[in-house]
């Protein structure tokens, strides 16, 4: 009775190993994958930086928005962690729809540029 039911473990944990081998070959494919090993495992928009071990939490955003435009190359693709992948399609929902907060045109905007003045100061250490 005990090595039938060890052959039965056997025979349950060897196929758990190949579906779990198989699953991976798909997820691969998949776009996700396919950006994962085109980028580097950081959000594009705060540069968090991810490991194995939080990399669930990093997405692939659209960048047109059209889940269906996959091109091989990645360039509809960045990866974004889920708040700023969050964030992204709230202000993507914002401007296609407009904003449904009546105080967003009494906020002032920001009028600082960084970069304004670069070319300058890269003029200058030359």
């Not at 944990?13 to 198989?22: E, F, G, M, P, Q």
């Not at 071990?53 to 190359?73: C, G, I, M, S, Y």
């Not at 700023?84 to 202000?91: K, T």
């Not at 003045?117 to 200058?124: E, G």
Request: proline letters at 3%.
């Amino acid at each position: 009775m005990t090595i039938k039911k060890t052959a039965l473990n056997k025979d349950k944990l060897n196929k758990i190993v190949s579906d779990a081998r198989r699953n991976q070959e798909v997820r691969e494919q998949s776009y996700r994958g396919q950006a994962l090993k085109l980028y580097p495992w950081l959000c594009g928009r705060c540069a968090r930086e991810f490991t194995h071990t939080n990399l669930t939490e990093l997405t692939v955003h659209h960048k047109n928005h059209n889940h269906d435009d996959n091109p091989a190359d990645g360039s509809n693709w960045e990866l974004l962690c889920l708040y700023c992948h969050d964030n992204e399609h709230s202000r993507y929902e914002e401007t296609r729809f407009g904003s449904s907060k009546s105080t967003a045109s009494n906020t002032p905007s920001s009028s600082h540029n960084p970069f304004a003045d670069l070319k300058s100061l890269l003029n200058s250490k030359k």
